[in-house]
């Protein structure tokens, strides 16, 4: 009896485990589409949002519309109306009407800057127009964006400067050298780091182990391992040595001193001091850590938001974008939740909205923290049918497009 009792109960057993097998198989399809292959997570720019379907990336619009197709293996966001996109391994350009300003045939391509677009074809750099023109020829061994009217090129190794017409302008004597920002430009020659002009001469002297663009008439270098703001003339503005200092922005910088940060304003007086961690933000507020959760103050030190977010982020169009455990939401800059926090991730707001997820749905909410668009991916979807939920239509997912269902 006992014999025959421990038997059925090990039947019993097996036969639980074969169950529980079988539903996790069935659960688990195989041949569904997965998850992964679907993202509306993206910001809008220029009115319109990156989605990826099928690992493919297109472009919808605040209707959920897709303006221009899924057909790209890679696609940047929109800036001042063009895009870089991916296909076969070479990189384009599109217009936000879905347009071809540049067929995707090059190596590499970056973004516009005043007007000119770097870009790499048979292993050497040159520059696009706004038109898509090769404008300045693939001559260069390595080139950088323009900043200004001036562009970092290399010849032979060493790093010269070329003005918006391809002409050298400054030639290639400097073994590194840092794009123009107010008017000097970082430059690497026999182990030390100085700056010059936009006439090619020495306007502050080579003496630096390390030393980075100007910004707000400030610039940070390197000495013996530690670090210095000076001014345009070549200047201390602070007596103190830092182990870090950021660039400045608004008058302010962020230091750090072993494990202590600080605020650092471009007179050279220290405002603050004794953080364990800071951040800085877009409208002068500073994000910093205490007791392993994250606040904000004003330059000064003053309190704003009470540190009770597991993270945050920075300021965007007036709402930052914060954590608390494994939820996000957004704060104004007086601390206000405005965006509850129950979304499984978020991104800053951009073009008046931001993207959330909740579960396997993207939602575009505004910045009273209404949901004005809902994206997803149906979970019927397999390779041979794709369907994406818009707004609760189903809509089906072919060739890069999408059309309307039959069974809305």
């Not at 790093?159 to 107010?182: D, W």
């Not at 953080?275 to 994000?287: C, H, R």
């Not at 993270?311 to 007086?334: M, P, S, T």
Request: glycine residues 8%.
């Amino acid at each position: 009896m006992t014999t025959n009792t421990t038997f059925n109960k090990t039947l019993k057993t097996l036969s639980l485990i074969i169950l529980a097998a079988i539903s996790t198989l069935a659960s688990d399809d195989p041949t569904s589409l997965p998850q992964s292959t679907f993202n509306a997570g993206y910001s809008f720019n220029s009115g319109l949002a990156k989605i990826r379907i099928n690992n493919f990336y297109g472009f919808i619009d605040k209707k959920g519309s897709l303006i221009i197709p899924c057909k790209y293996q890679y696609a940047t966001d929109f800036k001042e109306g063009t895009a870089i996109v991916r296909v076969n391994q070479k990189y384009g350009i599109i217009l936000s009407n879905g347009n071809v300003l540049v067929e995707p045939k090059y190596d590499f391509i970056e973004t516009f800057n005043n007007g000119l677009a770097l870009f790499k074809k048979d292993g050497k750099f040159g520059y696009l127009n706004s038109y898509g023109d090769e404008v300045i020829p693939n001559s260069f061994e390595f080139a950088m964006s323009f900043e200004g009217d001036y562009a970092v090129f290399n010849k032979e190794g060493k790093s010269g400067y070329i003005n918006n017409k391809g002409k050298v302008v400054i030639p290639a004597e400097y073994e590194f050298a840092m794009n123009f920002t107010e008017g000097l430009a970082p430059v690497f020659s026999n182990g030390k780091w100085g700056y010059i002009n936009e006439k090619g001469k020495v306007a502050i002297e080579y003496t630096y182990d390390f030393a980075s663009n100007f910004k707000e008439g400030k610039a940070t270098v390197r000495l013996e391992g530690k670090a210095y703001v000076i001014d345009k003339k070549g200047n201390q503005v602070s007596k103190e040595s830092f182990d870090n200092v950021s660039e400045f922005r608004h008058d302010h910088a962020l230091f750090n001193k072993g494990n202590v940060f600080g605020i650092l304003h471009s007179s050279g007086i220290i405002k603050v001091n004794n953080l364990s961690q800071i951040m800085q933000s877009e409208n002068n507020l500073f994000a910093f850590k205490r007791n392993n959760h994250w606040g904000f103050i004003n330059q000064n030190g003053k309190e704003v938001v009470a540190p009770v977010y597991t993270k945050v982020g920075d300021f965007k169009e007036g709402l930052a974008k914060v954590q608390r455990g494994d939820k996000y939401g957004f704060i104004n800059a007086e601390g206000i939740v405005v965006v509850p926090i129950k979304y499984d991730s978020a991104e800053n707001f951009s073009d008046g909205v931001a993207s959330v997820r909740s579960g396997n749905t993207y939602l575009f909410i505004n910045t009273f923290g209404a949901e004005t668009l809902a994206l997803q991916l149906d979970a019927t979807s397999v390779p041979e049918k794709i369907l994406v939920k818009i707004n609760n239509h189903q809509m089906v997912f072919k060739d890069g497009t999408l059309t309307a269902s039959s069974k809305n």
